[in-house]
């Protein structure tokens, strides 16, 4: 029995009243973008550790929202990427999944040593993100992710186990008519795409579209061929 419910074109998963338009002055490190807004240059949280190179450069359009941290008052909502808006903060990824969830599940299951978002009944469910898109080509990941390649073994042993396993991903880029790892920043995440396949773990991904201050489901996507 499969763990998702479907949802139709439009459907809305989040939305933010109050955006702030800003600029990409430079990414000091990981989680901090220095912005400028309204003549103001301003620390900015930005809660997605991708490398995201075609989205934070200087110059690039952001929308930020007021979200008062340790070391910042503001946190990247939205980034410019060509023609469309990317939805970028991972903090929000896992109750948009729970809305494709039937209900029932558990979130946050431990499994040896690995955590995995969602178990529903006999399915154990990992989400996964992403922004790059090249030629209509959903790409994951752009930087190497070894915690990614992990949870992909995890989901083949829990099959060994009697279980079914599934990846969820979440895609904020409506360009984006299919999927493919991205081979090229981490091939050994994409052997570990391919062998999963084979052993039987099952990936879902849906695409989002974001439109003024709302991300909506767009469609879905099936992998590259």
């Known amino acids: 029995m499969t ?7 439009g459907f809305s998963v989040i939305h933010f009243p109050e955006l702030i338009d800003a600029r990409v002055i430079s990414r000091p490190n990981r989680f901090l973008v ?5 003549g103001k240059e301003i620390p900015v ?6 490398r995201l190179e075609e989205l934070i450069y200087p110059g690039n359009s952001i929308k930020i929202r007021k979200a008062p941290g340790k070391k910042t008052m503001y946190s990247v909502t939205f980034c410019r990427n060509n023609n469309v808006w990317t939805f970028n903060d991972s903090r929000f990824h896992s109750s948009i999944a729970a809305l494709f969830m039937k209900e029932g599940y558990k979130k946050e299951v431990t499994v040896g040593d690995s955590r995995i978002d969602f178990q529903y009944e006999r399915s154990f469910i990992e989400v996964k993100s992403a922004t790059l898109v090249q030629d209509e080509v959903a790409l994951f990941p752009d930087a190497p992710t070894i915690r990614g390649k992990k949870h992909l073994e995890t989901l083949m042993h829990l099959i060994d186990e009697g279980y079914s396993s599934y990846v969820l991903f979440l895609i904020f880029n409506e ?3 299919c ?3 991205n081979e090229s920043r981490d091939p050994a995440f994409s052997g570990a795409y391919y062998r999963a396949i084979d052993h039987g773990v099952k990936f879902r ?9 709302s991300v909506n489901f767009s469609h879905m996507v099936e992998e590259c061929h």
């Open 179 to 181: 999927f493919k790892p």
């Open 205 to 213: 991904f849906l695409v989002f579209s974001s439109i003024r201050g």
């Open 175 to 177: 360009n984006a008519r």
């Open 45 to 50: 949280h930005i809660h997605d550790p991708g």
């Open 34 to 38: 220095m912005a400028s807004a309204d």
């Open 3 to 9: 763990p998702f419910i479907d949802r139709n074109p």
